[in-house]
């Protein structure tokens, strides 16, 4: 079984500093996907950055960064230069491996509030 | 190119009342997914479709939840009778094949009283 653990319920960044989101999965599977998505309070969940499991690099996406620690299981998101509209829920989640046909399944962690103080 | 569409956005209902929920996918995706997010947590997958198979429905309630996928494209999923534990929004999300990105309408909430 799978499991996302993020420990932040709220965090708070002054605009223009960064800001690192954690989180941790277990999975006993060697290949696998992380992912972090935003959503704002309209409801929809965006597409932040993704890092696969034998990615020997960080994934970077503009002001987001992925802190991928394979031994330590951890994969937290750095967001540098906050900026107001950042304000949001950001949740970790998991694909697992490849079954069947070839779709699969992300499973989500809880959440991290992110509000940016002007 | 137009986003993944779900309807209706809100809807309110007493419970042991039926609701319905529609999901239109980004053009070309095969797969079709159903998740459920209560408040204050990350979503729980529902159902999985590919194509119109269902191929991942073990977290589905159902004895009041069911889903379909007429000609793998469009989907509706369907709570009869609702309880006021189904409160959530129940976003919908597509994704290619080979693709390592889920795109996610914008949810539909829905309220039980």
């Known amino acids: ?118 | 190119e137009a986003g993944v569409v779900q309807s209706p956005r809100y809807k309110i209902i007493e419970k042991k009342q039926p609701v319905a929920f529609w999901c239109n996918p980004i053009s070309g995706h095969n797969t079709l997914y159903w998740y459920r997010q209560n408040l204050g947590q990350g979503p729980e997958l529902l159902i999985r479709y590919e194509n119109e198979e269902a191929v991942d429905d073990s977290q589905l309630p159902k004895d009041r939840f069911s889903a379909e996928r007429l000609k793998g494209v469009d989907s509706t999923l369907k709570i009869q009778p609702a309880e006021l534990g189904d409160s959530a929004v129940y976003l919908c999300a597509s994704s290619f094949y080979s693709s390592g990105e889920l795109f996610f309408g914008e949810g539909s909430r829905l309220t039980v009283l």
């Open chain 1, 1 to 118: 079984a799978q499991k996302i653990t993020q420990t932040q319920p709220g965090m708070f960044v002054q605009e223009k500093e960064a800001v690192t989101l954690d989180c941790t999965y277990d999975t006993s599977d060697q290949s696998y996907g992380l992912f972090w998505y935003k959503q704002p309070s309209s409801g929809e969940m965006i597409f932040l950055i993704y890092q696969g499991s034998y990615d020997e690099q960080n994934a970077t996406e503009g002001r987001y960064s992925l802190n991928f620690q394979k031994a330590r299981k951890s994969a937290n998101l750095v967001i540098s230069a906050s900026q107001l509209g950042d304000s949001a829920m950001y949740f970790c989640a998991m694909r697992d491996s490849y079954s069947g046909a070839g779709s699969y399944q992300l499973t989500f962690g809880k959440g991290t509030k992110l509000s940016v103080i002007p």
